[in-house]
Nanobody, 122 residues
Framework: QVQLVESGGGLVQAGGSLRLSCAAS????????MGWFRQDQGKEREFVAA????????YHAKSVKGRFTISRDNAKNTVCLQMNNLKPEDTAVYYC???????????????WGQGTQVTVSS
């Protein structure tokens, strides 16, 4: 089992940047695919980005590609999401998640953090 705790959310103006971090504890971090998802009020949870166990492969949703970058540090048991050129439509609660296999669907992820709020003002 793995426990996940996100941090780094906040309020930012459009065009600004934020860096989200997710600290993991429990089972060996490097055995999990890590992902970021987001959910705005009244909407379904949306895939944002995923990174392979080694960090060699990443995949970003079309809506964030070129603006967001997922990365991980297996020595520090952390995964980060660098968010640049933020837009009001990026406003949501952002969740870190861990999976034992590669995927972009939320049902593929077994463990979830509590979420961190990101609000982008226009």
């Amino acid at each position: 089992q793995v426990q996940l705790v996100e941090s780094g959310g906040g309020l930012v103006q459009a065009g600004g940047s934020l860096r989200l971090s997710c600290a993991a504890s429990g089972r060996t971090f490097s055995t999990y695919v890590m992902g970021w998802f987001r959910q705005d009020q009244g909407k379904e949870r949306e895939f944002v980005a995923a990174i392979s166990m080694s960090g060699a492969s990443t995949y970003h949703a079309k809506s964030v590609k070129g603006r967001f970058t997922i990365s991980r540090d297996n020595a520090k048991n952390t995964v980060c999401l660098q968010m640049n050129n933020l837009k009001p439509e990026d406003t949501a609660v952002y969740y870190c998640a861990a999976s034992e296999s590669w995927g972009t669907q939320s049902y593929a992820y077994n463990y979830w953090g509590q979420g961190t709020q990101v609000t982008v003002s226009s």
